[in-house]
């Protein structure tokens, strides 16, 4: 247990590159047993990177639900999101279920990858709609609760608006490539065909195309027209209470750092514009969640600044290989980003500060190369800074 353990706090902190050849080799095996577990810690890095991953069945079926994927420790009975647990499951039901026909559709995408377009569109437009179907009328599929560490009241929760969405699979493939002012108006339409199977599918595309459309925050008004469901929270009030929880989970420590400066920037332009609508639509209690959250966000970036820095400007502990001077590197530029999202929420002077100790710990280690002292320096302070802090040499 010790030795994966530690396998797996290694590929936290491996390069990029390390880390592609890491899932390629994943992917590339037929029994992937315990090998997924390493993975999983990787996958809100994974999101940054968006390695190229064969086509398989399970992954395909779910690709127009992805932005929606939270772990399974994540999900709540009312959360517009998706368990990832539940995804090999279902996945493995509806390939039973499918039978040869299954099989024909994996014979189709034999060297096809996920990051080719055409290819997932081809297949999933035959698949999707036949998967919604499949999903609206089976049952709980055997061992759900074993397997997903879900109740069984979990399945038709989520099997039941996944229905729904995998129906207009096609038509959410094809969202992120559409210009902003159709991309909308296509939005508007999904909303409005997704209503009449109730407040949880509704909910589940607004959260969807909330994060699929440009400025998708102007369709919180439209799901509340839509939302005629009685008492209880609304739809849109379900998907804002999800897109906060971004805000709690965005600069965990758990996260990894790169990752958490790209989920920073994205929850912090997100907050902007939810909190913009707020005040054009003058919904005062709504307008105070947003200036609360992105309090709280600068807080996070904050601490998670400090932390970032330390960890980076901490005493070498004998030489550092190839290997470690490019996790360096990336440590030090996450940080930068990290510092351009902080900066928008206050607190100017503690980047400053923070930045200027770490090049200044950094420039004086004796068991890193002078180059690499250097180079860590600008990233971390600009080319002009970090010559003078080199004094000049």
């Not at 965005?250 to 913009?276: G, I, K, N, W, Y």
Request: charged fraction near 25%; aromatic fraction near 4%; charge should be neutral.
């Amino acid at each position: 247990m010790s030795d994966v353990t530690d396998l797996r706090t290694h590929l936290l902190s491996a390069a990029d590159s390390r880390l592609r050849r890491v899932v390629a080799a994943v992917d590339a095996m037929a029994q992937r047993g315990a090998a997924d577990s390493l993975i999983a810690p990787l996958r809100p890095r994974l999101a940054r990177l968006r390695p190229s991953r064969p086509i398989t069945f399970t992954r395909l079926l779910f690709a127009p639900v992805e932005p929606l994927i939270v772990p399974g420790e994540a999900w709540r009975a009312d959360s517009p999101a998706i368990p990832r647990p539940a995804l090999a499951v279902l996945g493995y039901d509806l390939h039973g279920a499918f039978g040869a026909e299954a099989k024909a559709f994996e014979a189709r995408f034999p060297e096809a990858r996920m990051d080719e377009a055409a290819a997932v569109a081809e297949c999933g437009s035959d698949l999707w709609p036949r998967a919604a179907a499949a999903l609206a009328v089976r049952g709980l599929p055997p061992g759900w609760r074993e397997a997903t560490g879900l109740p069984d009241a979990a399945h038709p929760a989520l099997a039941g608006p996944l229905a729904v969405l995998l129906t207009q699979g096609s038509a959410l493939h094809r969202l992120p490539a559409m210009p902003a002012p159709a991309a909308f108006g296509e939005a508007e339409r999904l909303l409005r065909l997704s209503a009449p199977a109730g407040r949880p599918a509704l909910a589940m595309m607004l959260a969807l195309l909330v994060r699929r459309v440009p400025h998708g925050q102007r369709l919180l008004p439209v799901a509340d027209a839509l939302d005629q469901f009685g008492p209880g929270a609304t739809a849109s009030e379900r998907v804002l209470e999800y897109l906060l929880g971004d805000v709690r989970d965005a600069l965990a420590p758990r996260v990894p750092l790169p990752c958490a400066a790209e989920s920073a920037r994205r929850t912090a332009c997100l907050l902007e514009d939810l909190q913009a609508a707020a005040d054009a639509a003058q919904r005062p209690v709504r307008l105070l969640q947003m200036r609360e959250a992105r309090q709280a966000l600068g807080v996070q970036c904050r601490d998670r600044m400090m932390a970032g820095a330390e960890a980076l400007a901490a005493p070498q502990r004998g030489p550092a290989d190839a290997g470690d001077l490019v996790a360096m590197e990336e440590t030090a530029r996450a940080l930068r980003r990290l510092e351009a999202v902080g900066r928008r929420l206050g607190d100017a002077e503690v980047y400053d500060r923070t930045l200027a100790n770490a090049a200044g710990r950094l420039i004086t280690d004796p068991l890193l190369p002078c180059t690499t002292r250097l180079r860590l320096a600008e990233i971390l302070l600009g080319p002009e800074a970090a010559l003078a802090l080199a004094g000049g040499g």
